[in-house]
């Protein structure tokens, strides 16, 4: 069974940081380019940043230089450091496997995703 399972969201004053984890079973991680999307309240589902097999990465242009995308193949493991948190950064997270980092920030081309996990964050 393939699963990606994220965690360590949670509520966080402005100017904070977060990382969050993205578990990964029953595939191997580094076979996979791994995005991380956002959904914010009342809006669509967007992509933040993704990596590719050999450690390339690609941000939104609004986390670049606050946001860091990193994996760690041998722990089937992906993460996402969140630096100088602002509210319009809450949102649920997900992160999600595809085969293709071209466009990796389109979610359309990715076939498992996580359940999410929830990230505040307040003034």
């Known amino acids: 069974q393939w699963q990606l399972v994220e965690s360590g969201g949670g509520l966080v004053q402005a100017g904070g940081s977060l990382r969050l984890s993205c578990k990964v079973s029953?595939?191997?991680?580094?076979?996979?380019?791994i995005g991380w999307f956002r959904r914010a309240p009342g809006k669509e589902r967007e992509g933040i940043s993704c990596?590719?097999?050999?450690?390339?990465?690609i941000q939104r242009d609004t986390v670049k230089g606050r946001f860091t995308i990193s994996r760690v193949n041998a722990e089937n493991t992906a993460y996402l450091q969140m630096d100088n948190l602002n509210p319009d950064d809450t949102g649920i997270y997900y992160c999600?496997?595809?085969?293709?980092?071209?466009?990796?920030?389109?979610?359309?081309?990715?076939?498992?995703w996580g359940q999410g996990t929830q990230v505040a964050v307040f003034p």
């Open positions: 990596i590719s097999t050999d450690g390339r990465t």
């Open positions: 029953g595939f191997s991680l580094r076979s996979y380019v």
């Open positions: 999600a496997r595809t085969h293709m980092f071209f466009g990796c920030l389109g979610e359309s081309q990715y076939d498992y």
